[in-house]
Nanobody, 123 residues
Framework: QVQLIESGGGWVQSGGSLRLSCAAS????????MGWFRQAPGKVREFVAV????????YHADSVKGRFTISRNNAKNTVYLQMNSLKPEDTAVYYC????????????????WGQGTQVTVSS
């Protein structure tokens, strides 16, 4: 079992930056990938980014590529999402997710989820 707790959400003006954090606890001795998803009101949850346990293999959705960066600190069992040049369409609840093994980009790939953190970008 892995427990995930997100933090760092909030309100920011368009063009601003935020950094989300997700701390993992529990069975963190195994190699697991961690991802970020988001869900805007009335929309389906969508993939944002994922990073493998080694911290090297990482992928970002086209909609955030060049603006968002995922990273992780295994010593702290924490994954980060640095979000720059934020746009109003980035407004959503952001969820951290984890799975054992290699990275995935769909909701069904992940076994563990955090409670979510709200990000609001005003124009």
């Amino acid at each position: 079992q892995v427990q995930l707790i997100e933090s760092g959400g909030g309100w920011v003006q368009s063009g601003g930056s935020l950094r989300l954090s997700c701390a993992a606890s529990g069975r963190t001795d195994s190699q697991f990938s961690m991802g970020w998803f988001r869900q805007a009101p009335g929309k389906v949850r969508e993939f944002v980014a994922v990073i493998r346990w080694n911290g090297v293999n990482k992928y970002h959705a086209d909609s955030v590529k060049g603006r968002f960066t995922i990273s992780r600190n295994n010593a702290k069992n924490t994954v980060y999402l640095q979000m720059n040049s934020l746009k109003p369409e980035d407004t959503a609840v952001y969820y951290c997710a984890a799975r054992y093994g290699t990275e995935g980009s769909t909701i069904d790939d992940y076994n563990y989820w955090g409670q979510g953190t709200q990000v609001t970008v005003s124009s």
